[in-house]
Every structure is written in C-alpha cells, then in structure tokens.
C-alpha cells in the first residue's frame, strides 16, 4: 500500500514540492483546479509555528500525490488573508471545486497531515 501511494505522488502529482502562490495567481492556482483538491497553507515568515510546519508540510506533499499543494505567505498574500478570513498563522485549508470544504490552524506532522486530507476528502465524498 506504502509503494502505492509513493507511486501514485511520483506519476501523478507533476507538483511534488508545494507551490508559492500570491494575489495574481490564486485563482488559477487554487479556486480554478478542477482535477484535484488543493491544500493551502496560510503562513508567515515571522512565525515560528510556521517555520516548524514548512518541511513537514513538504513532506506531505510528497506522500498525497493526488492533492496540490500550495503556499500563501501573509507578507505576499495579505489581502488573501482578509478574503479567507484567515486569523491566526498557520491557517490549513482544503479546497475542492474551487470551495474551501475544510480548515484547520496550527503545525501538524506530515503523517498528521496526511490522515487530517483523508478524514476530510472523505467526509467530502460521503
């Protein structure tokens, strides 16, 4: 099962490493993606929560190849943070079809990670 999902992030997800995404792009990059949901993490370079999250977020990505994975830094990213109500750093969101269908705030583990997008795909498809 392990080998399945790790060829599943190498042949699927052409974005194995999350991508950087500002104001000008979010809408192509995230409320546009039709073919997959996509994961969004809301940070702050002034945050240490965030800075302890960054490689456990990339190591996530790596392991759920059918999700894109995406950043939005508030230095970049600010009234991103006001559109999506996003508080608090690091703010997680789960879109699908252009809809935010999950939320979380706090670092999780890449392993936490993976199990929280599961329960919630889920619970999406339900």
């Known amino acids: 099962m392990e080998d399945a999902k790790l060829d599943e992030a190498s042949e699927d997800n052409i974005m194995a490493k999350p991508i950087d995404v500002g104001a000008e792009d979010f809408e192509a990059e995230v409320l546009e993606v039709e073919d997959r949901p996509v994961f969004v993490d809301f940070w702050s370079e002034s945050c240490g929560h965030c800075l302890t999250l960054n490689p456990q977020f990339e190591q996530a990505a790596d392991e759920n190849g059918g999700v894109k994975f995406a950043k939005v830094s508030l230095q970049g990213g600010r009234d991103l943070f006001k559109a999506h109500g996003v508080r608090s750093t ?6 699908s079809g252009g809809e935010e269908i999950a939320r979380t705030v ?3 583990r890449a392993a936490d990670i993976g199990a929280w997008l599961e329960e919630n795909l889920a619970a999406e498809d339900a």
Request: proline share 11%; charged share 0%.
């Open 90 to 95: 690091p703010t997680l969101v789960l879109f």
């Open 106 to 108: 706090g670092a999780m």
